[in-house]
Nanobody, 126 residues
Framework: VQLQASGGGLVQAGGSLRLSCAAS????????VAWFRQAPGKEREFVTA????????YYASSVKGRFTISRDNAKTTVNLQMTSLKPEDTAVYSC????????????????????WGRGTQVTVSS
């Protein structure tokens, strides 16, 4: 399974972007998916995740209320709507998927996820 994130770009602070995650092989509509980001010189950090059913979502405190993760099963994508963007949101955003259906709350660690793909750059200017 290969995941591909898209939709990144350059935006001014306060603006919005919508990222999408699609998969080749096993469709993203059948397993939990998360978004992580990594800024230059920093460790990769959890952003948000969604359960396989879409019933449960999880957010880092730094993005809660500004970012929304959702599934579009018709298009077999997982989307990340980012609003009120801040310069500190600048990073490479990657999506990841788990081979397990139920994660028992373990959504926040990158070790949980089996499928990764190339990320997309998000740059927020001040």
């Amino acid at each position: 399974v290969q995941l591909q994130a898209s939709g990144g770009g350059l935006v001014q602070a306060g603006g919005s972007l919508r990222l999408s995650c699609a998969a080749s092989g096993r469709t993203v509509s059948t397993y939990p998916v998360a978004w992580f980001r990594q800024a230059p010189g920093k460790e990769r950090e959890f952003v948000t995740a969604i359960s396989w059913s879409g019933s449960n979502t999880y957010y880092a405190s730094s993005v809660k209320g500004r970012f929304t993760i959702s599934r579009d099963n018709a298009k077999t994508t997982v989307n990340l709507q980012m609003t009120s963007l801040k310069p500190e949101d600048t990073a490479v955003y990657s999506c990841a998927g788990s081979g397990r259906t139920y994660l028992n709350g373990r959504y926040y660690s990158p070790m949980t996820y089996d499928y990764w793909g190339r990320g997309t750059q998000v740059t927020v200017s001040s």
